[in-house]
């Protein structure tokens, strides 16, 4: 069973930082493009960031300028650092790997919380 382990919640205040971490298995992590996706409450799961195995980045317009994805192919490793944060960043965060042979995972989530 293939698993996705994020890293780097928490509860800030506006204006804040945080960067969230996701590990998966190297065999999995060098095959696959990489993305973060949030769900908020109440309202349905959506893409944050994504990066192919490449380096090609995409973003939602909402976190574009705020929020930078990056992957350390070495440590199988991807993140999501998250600047300027607000209100309505509050989110559990999910990290998902996309195999290109077939094969979509994702983790169990991180809780981040902008409040003062």
């Known amino acids: 069973q293939v698993q996705l382990v994020e890293s780097g919640g928490g509860l800030v205040p506006p204006g804040g930082s945080l960067r969230l971490s996701c590990a998966a298995p190297?065999?999995?992590?060098?095959?696959?493009?990489m993305a973060w996706y949030r769900e908020a409450p109440g309202k349905q799961r959506e893409l944050v960031a994504q990066i192919g195995r490449g380096g090609i980045t995409n973003y939602a317009e909402a976190v574009k300028g705020r929020f930078t994805i990056s992957r350390d192919n070495a440590k199988n490793t991807v993140y999501l650092e998250m600047n300027n944060l607000k209100p309505e960043d509050t989110a559990v965060y999910y990290c998902?790997?996309?195999?290109?042979?077939?094969?979509?995972?994702w983790g169990k989530g991180s809780p981040v919380t902008v409040s003062s």
């Open positions: 998902k790997a996309v195999v290109w042979y077939g094969g979509n995972y």
């Open positions: 190297g065999n999995i992590f060098s095959d696959a493009s």
